[in-house]
């Protein structure tokens, strides 16, 4: 064994804390016969069924429209299971997760089908001896929550447990979580209207990324970083969620939606809390979500001057990507011709704290850019003094950046300042690429793997709480209110293909700034 | 499927696939970084990657493909990089991209970790090859420098140059593939603000030992370059078969033109021979002649020998610099009071890797190039007509 081997065999930790096993359950998943589902979340459930992750006694009791028979929803699940899993169908493996498969047939808001769901979740929770422990996973769209929540409460299920009865009663709402804030405080109270907020879980897939975790990790358990993640050494912050897939089959959805609602208020306002957030006390539920909060709260909301300054939108039309011609966002299926919904969206926030004063955030999300990348990138100050202005022109020496790369290719890339070898004295810009995928040679565990597995065992960590959502519509409802008042954009005024409109390069430039290069 | 050829210190994992698409190259790249870790050469895997640039290459057709890879191949060490090796065959009916890939992974002497580099081969058919900048764009490196390097002669159509200088740092061509006159004017064209234009040339980097010799041995002089009785400047070069252009002549000419500040307008050229014209210098007129010779190895187009001739006065009557039978050096031979004094100055000619990577590690902008390609356009015209 080379010294280098032993050392890192030395380092390996001997004695790791057991993981804690989730508790029995009998998952109820309302939108069974719908794509979340079955690309999703089947799939989720037979990794963790493979990895021998699930509790040991554990049923999952499908609920949709679709008149499907207990045999026919095993069907479905294989085949989706076969074409979107992470690995291959074990035949051992998928004959016992499929004994715990069941399926009901029903109306969302009629009783007589809750009263069927209920009856199968009795006879499951017996055989299988679930103990009394209920997920419920509404993978349906907002519109149709009251309708569930209502019958989950008629049917009694619900707040057993918090009378006495055995068991606890858990639900996971899929995004989105209102349309603005009043919407979003009417769902919350809706749902806390029968469920308590610890048994809430709002699911951000984006949460349960290996790469998003890992912030946290990055940030909190390397002490050089805390140093100079601050306002004295921090330029600006980046953070992009680019898309280079249109709309597709989703366009009368994306039509009420637009690119602040469907990602900045969710996905890039996590991303902006993790980064931007104080050191929890405690790796747990409350403690990060408190701080999170606390991001959020000190966002600076736009006046309805500065929006037109501070943020720009705009929208594809027909271009080329990767080789293809592509039609514009009015050409696509189920949208107006004379949509005047955002497929991009660009701003710059501001974080009113003592860490943050001053550091400008820039958020840029679009569909239909040139590439998929979703990433991070902390702009560090420049040198204060650079000695080698006799030797090469230093106006153009970049500072440093730490980018923290979500997806594709997560990982973790330093930029600095490198002598090219040789002499004369001449300066370039180097990237060290921590490449997480080829340094943990184990595929990870997909972001719904992992979200799952934290419900069942009652750790919201990665889940957003009721104040974290209203928190993020408030920032929200300032630019939405603005645009909304404003005189409309001269849609599509992007290319597909090109990284936005120009009014996004100018909002950056305005601050003597650029995008960066992805 | 992925293949993997391992040295004693070098790995080489590669992959091909027909009508594929971009984010299926990247996974696949991400699969041979993934494979690499795990099949290092020398013990470690590069799960730590460090590149300093992207570097992208048009290829007129699969045999250059083939030599800028094998170009690219000696850089590797010296400049990690993801290199995109582009042939575009725009005449194709339908869109279609074929793609290799190798993930070429070397052990330096002395160390444990590798350094890779990626190679993307991209053949681009049909309407997608007029838009080579939508398929380019997905495969960099973010936020890295991109180095165009465009082999061969430039395109009659613009646009799909015009699309790699949008997303470059640096255009690098080699002037000594144009043929006709008109390359370096078209090349001029393409880039209509020459000094603001980062454009690089493999021809200047042949040229170079030549521009330092000319510097040292003027420079040096008490009596320098001595622009105000400098009489005539005779170039030759070497006659080649398929109608190469004096490339290197016009651009040391050029290059003479901004040292010696001479009027770059050349004047009426009444009664001169096709090869030869007058320009001004201040109140001198300097005769310049640029004429093909038969001369054994130089490659067509390139020197064989620049002549500067002074009025009489202080200093040298004459600098001759030839080429020699052997290769590594030239002959300087320095005329001076009736006095020939000859000697040979190591001149060791670069090789393609080489050219490039000075082009590489130069700035990208090159001022004294674009100022010689600038000055060069209006003697090209003088000798065009």
């Given at each position: 064994m080379s010294a280098r081997a032993a050392t890192r065999a030395m380092t390996v930790p001997t004695a790791a804390a057991p993981e804690r096993a989730p508790d029995p359950c009998v998952m109820v998943i309302f939108g069974a016969s719908g794509d979340l589902t079955h690309r999703m979340l089947l799939p989720a459930l037979y990794n963790l069924a493979l990895d021998r992750r699930l509790p040991a006694r554990f049923a999952i009791v499908g609920f949709a429209r679709t008149g499907w028979t207990d045999e026919e929803f095993r069907e479905a699940a294989k085949a989706s299971i076969q074409e979107f899993s992470r690995r291959p169908l074990d035949p051992d493996v998928w004959e016992s997760f499929a004994g715990s498969l069941f399926y009901v047939p029903g109306e969302y808001h009629h009783p007589q089908s809750h009263e069927r769901?209920?009856?199968?979740?009795?006879?499951?929770?017996?055989?299988?001896?679930?103990?009394?422990?209920?997920?419920?996973?509404?993978?349906?769209?907002?519109?149709?929550?009251?309708?569930?929540?209502?019958?989950?409460?008629?049917?009694?299920?619900?707040?057993?447990?918090?009378?006495?009865?055995?068991?606890?009663?858990?639900?996971?709402?899929?995004?989105?979580?209102?349309?603005?804030?009043?919407?979003?405080?009417?769902?919350?109270?809706?749902?806390?209207?029968?469920?308590?907020?610890?048994?809430?879980?709002?699911?951000?897939?984006?949460?349960?990324?290996?790469?998003?975790?890992?912030?946290?990790?990055?940030?909190?358990?390397?002490?050089?970083?805390?140093?100079?993640?601050?306002?004295?050494?921090?330029?600006?912050?980046?953070?992009?969620?680019?898309?280079?897939?249109?709309?597709?089959?989703?366009?009368?959805?994306?039509?009420?939606?637009?690119?602040?609602?469907?990602?900045?208020?969710?996905?890039?306002?996590?991303?902006?809390?993790?980064?931007?957030?104080?050191?929890?006390?405690?790796?747990?539920?409350?403690?990060?979500?408190?701080?999170?909060?606390?991001?959020?709260?000190?966002?600076?909301?736009?006046?309805?001057?500065?929006?037109?300054?501070?943020?720009?939108?705009?929208?594809?039309?027909?271009?080329?990507?990767?080789?293809?011609?592509?039609?514009?966002?009015?050409?696509?299926?189920?949208?107006?011709?004379?949509?005047?919904?955002?497929?991009?969206?660009?701003?710059?926030?501001?974080?009113?704290?003592?860490?943050?004063?001053?550091?400008p955030f820039y958020l840029r999300t679009g569909k239909r850019l040139p590439k998929r990348s979703t990433e991070i990138a902390v702009h560090f100050k420049r040198a204060p003094h650079l000695l080698f202005s006799d030797f090469v022109d230093i106006s153009g020496l970049e500072p440093n950046v730490l980018t923290i790369r979500i997806q594709p290719n997560e990982g973790i890339t330093l930029k600095f300042l490198t002598k090219v070898p040789g002499s004369p004295l001449r300066i370039r810009p180097a990237n060290m690429d921590f490449l997480y995928g080829a340094s943990f040679l184990v595929q990870a565990p997909s972001a719904y793997e992992t979200l799952l597995l934290d419900a069942m065992r009652g750790d919201a960590t990665l889940f957003t709480r009721a104040d974290e959502v209203e928190a993020a519509w408030t920032v929200m409802d300032c630019i939405l209110n603005a645009w909304a008042s404003l005189p409309p954009p001269d849609f599509p005024n992007y290319e597909a293909g090109a990284w936005g409109p120009p009014a996004a390069d100018e909002l950056i430039a305005a601050d003597g700034r650029e995008w960066r290069r992805l | 499927m992925a293949e993997a050829v391992t040295d004693t210190d070098e790995t080489t994992l590669t992959w091909s696939g027909r009508a594929v698409d971009t984010a299926q190259i990247e996974a696949e790249l991400a699969k041979l970084r993934f494979q690499a870790a795990g099949e290092p050469a020398g013990g470690e895997g590069f799960a730590i990657r460090t590149s300093l640039l992207n570097m992208v290459v048009y290829a007129e057709d699969p045999e250059s493909a083939r030599q800028a890879s094998r170009t690219i191949g000696v850089l590797a060490g010296h400049h990690p990089s993801r290199a995109l090796i582009v042939v575009a065959r725009p005449a194709a009916g339908r869109s279609r991209i074929d793609a290799q890939l190798a993930a070429h992974c070397h052990v330096s002497a002395g160390l444990e970790q590798q350094v890779c580099c990626e190679e993307v081969t991209l053949h681009i058919s049909g309407p997608a090859a007029h838009h080579l900048h939508s398929i380019i764009i997905p495969l960099l490196v973010p936020d890295l420098p991109v180095y165009v390097w465009w082999t061969g002669r430039l395109p009659r159509e613009r646009h799909m140059f015009e699309q790699l200088i949008e997303t470059a740092?640096?255009?690098?061509?080699?002037?000594?593939?144009?043929?006709?006159?008109?390359?370096?004017?078209?090349?001029?064209?393409?880039?209509?603000?020459?000094?603001?234009?980062?454009?690089?040339?493999?021809?200047?980097?042949?040229?170079?030992?030549?521009?330092?010799?000319?510097?040292?041995?003027?420079?040096?002089?008490?009596?320098?370059?001595?622009?105000?009785?400098?009489?005539?400047?005779?170039?030759?070069?070497?006659?080649?078969?398929?109608?190469?252009?004096?490339?290197?002549?016009?651009?040391?000419?050029?290059?003479?033109?901004?040292?010696?500040?001479?009027?770059?307008?050349?004047?009426?050229?009444?009664?001169?021979?096709?090869?030869?014209?007058?320009?001004?210098?201040?109140?001198?007129?300097?005769?310049?002649?640029?004429?093909?010779?038969?001369?054994?190895?130089?490659?067509?187009?390139?020197?064989?020998?620049?002549?500067?001739?002074?009025?009489?006065?202080?200093?040298?009557?004459?600098?001759?610099?030839?080429?020699?039978?052997d290769p590594l050096h030239l002959s300087v031979a320095r005329e001076e009071r009736g006095r020939v004094l000859e000697d040979h100055v190591l001149a060791q000619p670069l090789g393609q890797s080489e050219m490039l990577m000075k082009q590489l590690d130069g700035d990208p902008l090159d001022p004294e190039y674009s100022q010689a390609l600038q000055n060069a356009l209006p003697l090209l015209a003088a000798l065009s007509t």
């Open positions: 769901l209920a009856a199968v979740m009795d006879k499951v929770q017996e055989l299988q001896g679930t103990a009394g422990n209920h997920l419920y996973y509404l993978a349906v769209p907002p519109s149709t929550f009251p309708l569930i929540i209502d019958q989950l409460s008629a049917s009694g299920h619900i707040g057993r447990h918090e009378q006495g009865g055995a068991g606890w009663c858990r639900v996971i709402v899929e995004k989105p979580f209102g349309e603005d804030l009043q919407s979003a405080r009417e769902l919350n109270q809706l749902i806390n209207k029968v469920f308590s907020e610890d048994d809430v879980y709002r699911i951000d897939h984006y949460l349960g990324k290996e790469t998003v975790q890992n912030i946290l990790v990055f940030r909190f358990a390397n002490g050089i970083l805390e140093p100079v993640w601050n306002r004295r050494y921090v330029d600006h912050i980046q953070i992009t969620v680019a898309e280079s897939i249109g709309v597709g089959g989703r366009g009368s959805y994306y039509e009420e939606t637009g690119a602040l609602r469907d990602m900045v208020q969710n996905h890039m306002m996590q991303l902006l809390s993790l980064v931007a957030m104080e050191p929890p006390i405690a790796f747990n539920g409350r403690s990060v979500r408190n701080e999170k909060v606390k991001v959020l709260h000190a966002v600076r909301p736009l006046p309805a001057g500065e929006v037109r300054v501070a943020t720009a939108r705009g929208q594809y039309g027909p271009g080329w990507i990767s080789g293809e011609e592509v039609p514009g966002y009015r050409q696509e299926p189920g949208v107006k011709g004379k949509s005047r919904t955002e497929t991009f969206a660009a701003m710059r926030l501001f974080i009113d704290s003592w860490r943050w004063a001053d550091v | 740092d640096k255009i690098i061509v080699d002037s000594a593939n144009f043929t006709g006159r008109g390359g370096l004017q078209r090349l001029a064209e393409l880039c209509p603000d020459l000094t603001g234009c980062p454009l690089g040339d493999l021809n200047w980097e042949r040229l170079a030992p030549w521009r330092q010799i000319l510097v040292q041995r003027c420079e040096m002089s008490p009596a320098g370059w001595r622009p105000e009785s400098l009489a005539a400047v005779e170039i030759g070069y070497a006659r080649g078969a398929n109608r190469r252009a004096p490339g290197q002549a016009l651009l040391l000419l050029g290059w003479l033109s901004a040292r010696l500040g001479w009027d770059a307008a050349a004047l009426p050229r009444k009664g001169l021979a096709p090869s030869r014209l007058i320009v001004s210098a201040g109140h001198q007129r300097v005769s310049i002649s640029v004429t093909p010779e038969g001369y054994g190895a130089t490659e067509p187009g390139g020197l064989v020998s620049v002549k500067l001739l002074w009025h009489a006065g202080p200093g040298p009557q004459s600098i001759k610099i030839s080429r020699l039978a």
